[in-house]
């Protein structure tokens, strides 16, 4: 799947060094040649929560039986 700025990603694997769990919401915010992405996670106010560069396996497109929660951030390192 290709990427661009701004999509919707869903993370599909857990980041437990900066508190992400599979199926956190983010958004890409770079796209670095040929396999970086960079996603955002935000909190729900809004503060980012993690800035991370992955590779596209790392995340997929939302779908639309995706549904969004609320979770408390917790990071471990």
Request: some cysteine; hydrophobic content about 40%.
């Amino acid at each position: 799947m290709d990427y661009k700025p701004l999509d919707s990603v869903v993370l599909a694997r857990d980041l437990p060094a900066e508190g992400l769990c599979t199926g956190d919401l983010g958004a890409v915010v770079e796209v670095y040649e040929p396999d970086g992405i960079e996603v955002e996670f935000v909190t729900a106010s809004g503060r980012t929560g993690a800035l991370v560069t992955l590779t596209p396996t790392d995340v997929r497109p939302v779908g639309d039986s995706d549904l969004v929660a609320v979770r408390t951030l917790r990071r471990t390192a």
